[in-house]
């Protein structure tokens, strides 16, 4: 029952271009094979920003789906939603609300940073101030385990953690909590039970974390412990209360980023993207264009691969023998920037295809993406409503 579930959320920007392919969505892929993952639109979070200006969210929530999609996420292996359509999110947002110290909102720094760098905007909102706190209320309701994101989101990973530390210590603590554990132990049966204990041990007294790995591997076999009990095993195994919600990690990506045309980071608004359904001729074009090292004035003047930011896309779809072809011919101006480009824009062009193909399914029948979205909301909104339970009790709502 305790799966090591994956979860990520991405703001509805509509279109998404080749940086999100190699930094993030290929990512997804492979993850959906592995883990039960969930990815959402986190079209909420679009407002903290944007409130003044929404633009139309539901439409570029779904063009970002198709992306998704025409990419190879499968919404057979993972499960895709929209946070707005499962309003749990924000029953635990605001629950957290009671127990978030404001003093760790305003530590984090992308609270202090976005506010400079989007200064056009009035950030100075109850909204924008907690962004991290809804943030952890969409990872916290799916108990989920693993986070992949890139480095910036981070500390909003970190400030999860510590809410639900916060959250377990607060209300893991009922009455009898440790003859309850105890007790707990007890009915894994006595060679099991002496195994917990010593791993406990050596975490509590040693900060050993390779036994506090087992102990959790342990805990996750045992079919014989209700889950009230196991909750308060992966509690007591670490000194404190109950575990009601889930100390999450964030899963960095490794992946070597794809850089933009000008070699800056690829995005929207510095225009340097290749988008994932741009027209052939159109990425062609782009890459045909793009700078190279200014030393390459004419045809016969040698350059420096490391100058230039066509190399970089060399290092992502090259084979050591192509680019050892591609150093050998700019050093010694064998080869002409054009032509150093020609298998570049083969290269994107058979990777676009097959993506665009799975798109065109999906715009040519535009219910095809709202019913995967209404199956994936139907899901996570039970997969929420579990964990609300035993949020609610916890802070004194249970009423029934
Ligand atoms: N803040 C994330 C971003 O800007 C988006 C996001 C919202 C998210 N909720 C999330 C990512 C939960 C991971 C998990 O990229
Ligand atoms: Fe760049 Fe290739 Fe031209 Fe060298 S030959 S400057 S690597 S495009």
């Known amino acids: 029952m305790y799966e090591t579930r994956v979860l990520s959320g991405m703001r509805p920007t509509g279109a998404l271009h080749l940086g999100h392919y190699h930094g993030v969505l290929k990512n997804w892929v492979r993850l959906q094979a592995e883990y039960p993952c969930l990815f959402f639109v986190a079209d909420w979070h679009a407002l903290t920003t944007d409130y003044e200006r929404p633009g139309d969210v539901p439409k570029n929530a779904r063009e970002m789906v198709v992306d998704w999609l025409?990419?190879?996420?499968?919404?057979?292996?993972?499960?895709?939603?929209?946070?707005?359509?499962?309003?749990?999110?924000?029953?635990?947002?605001?629950?957290?609300?009671?127990?978030?110290?404001?003093?760790?909102?305003?530590?984090?720094p992308t609270w202090k940073d976005q506010q400079e760098k989007l200064a056009d905007r009035d950030l100075s909102t109850y909204g924008f101030l907690g962004y991290p706190l809804l943030q952890a209320a969409d990872i916290l309701i799916y108990r989920a385990r693993y986070v992949p994101v890139g480095e910036d989101q981070v500390p909003h990973i970190e400030f999860t953690r510590e809410i639900a530390r916060r959250f377990n210590h607060l209300y893991g603590r009922e009455p009898g909590f440790e003859e309850k554990a105890k007790a707990a132990v007890k009915r894994m049966g006595s060679k099991k039970a002496r195994l917990f204990n010593e791993l406990r041990r050596k975490f509590l007294e040693a900060g050993d974390a390779e036994a506090r790995a087992r102990a959790h591997a342990l805990l996750a076999e045992q079919q014989n412990l209700s889950r009230g009990d196991r909750e308060r095993l992966y509690g007591w195994l670490e000194g404190g209360g109950r575990r009601i919600l889930v100390e999450p990690e964030a899963l960095l990506t490794e992946a070597a980023r794809l850089p933009g045309l000008d070699g800056q980071k690829m995005s929207k608004s510095y225009g340097n993207a290749i988008e994932l359904r741009e027209p052939a001729d159109s990425?062609?074009?782009?890459?045909?264009?793009?700078?190279?090292?200014?030393?390459?004035?004419?045809?016969?003047?040698?350059?420096?691969?490391?100058?230039?930011?066509?190399?970089?896309?060399?290092k992502v779809y090259s084979d050591e023998a192509r680019r050892a072809w591609v150093r050998e011919g700019c050093t010694s101006a064998g080869i002409g920037c054009l032509e150093c480009k020609q298998p570049l824009v083969e290269a994107v062009l058979a990777e676009l295809a097959p993506i665009r193909e799975r798109a065109q399914a999906y715009l040519d029948d535009p219910t095809l993406v709202r019913n995967v979205l209404a199956d994936g909301c139907e899901r996570a909104r039970e997969l929420a409503a579990e964990t609300m339970r035993d949020v609610r009790e916890a802070m004194g709502l249970g009423y029934d």
């Open 70 to 108: 025409a990419a190879g996420v499968d919404p057979n292996q993972a499960t895709l939603f929209v946070q707005s359509q499962v309003p749990e999110h924000a029953e635990l947002h605001l629950l957290l609300s009671m127990i978030a110290p404001l003093g760790w909102l305003e530590r984090v």
């Open 283 to 314: 990425v062609a074009k782009k890459i045909r264009t793009m700078p190279t090292d200014p030393a390459r004035v004419k045809r016969n003047d040698p350059g420096n691969p490391e100058r230039c930011p066509v190399w970089e896309l060399h």
